[in-house]
């Protein structure tokens, strides 16, 4: 199966910027897939905040709407997250999902998709 894989997490203060990776294993390519981060939050709570379709188009949360950017880099086969003026409530667990629909539930992504094994991020105020 396919296999990815976040890095780039770690622990910043409120308004510092983090970029997130999300590779995959060989012959599966993010150009031709849509891929979502999600975030798993402090109270459990665990969605979609960004989303790069098939097509190129990107979609992001309200929560994160303005600070954070998603792209693909087609010569790394390598979706970025890039996240600036983080805040406190930035806090969590970031996961990669990619595959022919991008749930919003983590749930489903999880089971339904491919799915990597995700990267924590904190924001300290």
């Known amino acids: 199966g396919v296999r990815l894989m976040e890095s780039g997490g770690g622990s910043v203060q409120a308004g510092e910027s983090l970029t997130l990776a999300c590779t995959s294993s060989a012959g599966y390519f993010f150009a031709t897939h849509g891929t979502g981060w999600y975030r798993r939050a402090s109270n459990g709570e665990c969605r979609i905040i960004a989303r790069r379709n098939s097509d190129g188009t990107t979609e992001y949360g309200d929560s994160v709407k303005g600070r954070f950017a998603i792209s693909l880099d087609r010569a790394k086969n390598t979706v970025y997250l890039q996240m600036n003026s983080l805040k406190p409530e930035d806090t969590g667990t970031y996961y990669c999902?990619?595959?022919?629909?991008?749930?919003?539930?983590?749930?489903?992504?999880?089971?339904?998709?491919?799915w990597g094994q995700g990267t924590q991020v904190t924001v300290s105020s």
């Open positions: 999902g990619s595959g022919g629909e991008l749930y919003t539930s983590c749930k489903f992504m999880r089971e339904l998709n491919n």
